[in-house]
């Protein structure tokens, strides 16, 4: 134990921590050259959609000012940047902001304790995600809600409550995590989340209207509402199934441009999802704020909170589209940190969901469109490991709000406790 703590203390080894960063660059350099060279359909929604959306700006009509958009408006942030070097290149451009987001959180990363593990586990999913990774919104919010569990734990409470609320107006799935931390935390982290979340919501709100957008701040919820069942969605599973009979069909919405599925009752099970997500969510949350009751250790509760989320957001999505499962990076590091002997088999099943995610998309979508044998077993069976992976999720979090609280769970242990000051920079050690 005393090495243990030796060696929390000085940290990862130099050694250690280049060669994470020669596999970030590998990863990274091999994610760009897919979307680029190998598969460039895959970053079509960069080099197609974000860059018209820019173009069309730069010629006076803004999505989400001058018409409804299906993102929150702070999405301008990267689709703007990247337009900094002109639209020739745009998708050189979103990479290399990609790429220092990422590299910002890896390095973050690897100034705390366990640093080498947790950027692998980083660099392992989204290897395994494959080049969607790289190349969607989401992929801004995900380092942004890394460096928040970060700030979380050093107990920078205005910072992430700036991170979290930044992320949610790209994407809105960083929400859950602000309402997560809400549910386990008293009344000064209250003050202080709230107070972040509208030091940032109020100036975007309120710049939007300036600029004439009227009721279009807010049109990302009615977009989102009106879209169908989407082809990869866990909704979707039985259309598909039923598609290869004949009685279903996929078909190309050219308004959202996704495929969907229609067929009979796709209405109903479209209409069900949304109060099934909001109930899921509501639930997790009393789990969560049950097992803090029970004196869970925080970071426990709320690395199984987050588990618990994303993974209802993702069963319940109407959308579910193949980027979504990148929201689980941040899951997987809060599991790690918490124990990764204790949930290998979760981390070990969010690996696969990631690699079968990558095999359906890119390369075996025209299967799975076609509900081909090959492509309808493959996206089955990733979509019912999802299912799996969430009921895991619900019933690590129920046991833990119910059942009496193991001591190995109860606290940090004084070890860790001493690992984790040791580890943080002075200027973020607690004052004891």
Request: proline share 4%; hydrophobic share 60%.
């Amino acid at each position: 134990m005393t090495q243990a703590l030796a060696l929390a203390k000085r940290g990862p080894t130099r050694s250690a921590a280049t060669l994470v960063w020669v596999l970030f660059s590998v990863s990274h350099v091999w994610l760009a050259a897919v979307n680029t060279s190998i598969r460039p359909g895959t970053f079509a929604d960069v080099t197609g959609v974000y860059r018209f959306w820019f173009a069309q700006a730069l010629g006076g009509n803004v999505m989400g000012i001058d018409e409804p958009w299906v993102y929150p408006m702070l999405a301008w942030l990267p689709i703007a940047l990247a337009g900094i070097g002109g639209l020739s290149l745009y998708g050189l451009m979103w990479l290399l902001l990609i790429t220092v987001l990422d590299g910002l959180a890896i390095w973050m990363l690897l100034r705390r304790h366990q640093g080498i593990m947790l950027a692998c586990v980083y660099l392992g999913v989204q290897l395994l995600l494959g080049p969607i990774a790289v190349g969607r919104l989401d992929t801004i919010t995900v380092p942004l809600v890394v460096m928040a569990l970060i700030a979380v734990r050093d107990r920078e409470i205005g910072t992430a409550g700036v991170l979290l609320t930044v992320a949610a107006w790209i994407k809105v799935w960083p929400g859950v995590i602000f309402l997560a931390l809400l549910a386990i935390r008293g009344k000064q982290w209250w003050k202080r989340l709230l107070g972040a979340g509208l030091a940032v919501s109020v100036p975007v709100v309120l710049v939007s209207l300036l600029m004439g957008s009227g009721a279009n701040v807010l049109s990302f919820f009615s977009q989102q509402g009106s879209r169908g069942l989407q082809v990869e969605s866990v909704g979707a599973t039985p259309y598909l199934w039923m598609s290869a009979r004949g009685d279903a069909k996929v078909y190309f919405d050219q308004d959202i441009l996704t495929y969907q599925v229609d067929g009979a009752g796709v209405e109903i099970v479209s209409a069900l999802l949304t109060p099934l997500l909001a109930v899921a969510v509501a639930v997790i949350l009393v789990f969560g704020w049950l097992a803090n009751r029970r004196g869970v250790a925080p970071h426990t509760v709320l690395a199984r909170m987050l588990f618990a989320l994303v993974m209802a957001l993702i069963v319940f999505n109407k959308v579910g589209s193949p980027q979504f499962v990148m929201w689980l990076i941040p899951v997987a590091i809060a599991l790690a940190a918490v124990s990764w002997q204790r949930h290998y088999l979760e981390l070990a099943m969010i690996a696969a969901v990631a690699f079968f995610t990558q095999l359906v998309y890119p390369w075996a979508y025209g299967a799975v469109l076609d509900a081909s044998g090959f492509g309808l077993l493959l996206i089955s069976g990733r979509n019912a490991l999802e299912v799996i992976l969430l009921v895991v999720a619900v019933i690590s979090l129920a046991r833990a709000s119910v059942v009496k609280t193991p001591a190995a769970e109860s606290a940090v242990s004084p070890e860790a406790a001493e690992a984790e000051a040791a580890a943080a920079p002075a200027s973020q050690q607690p004052i004891r």
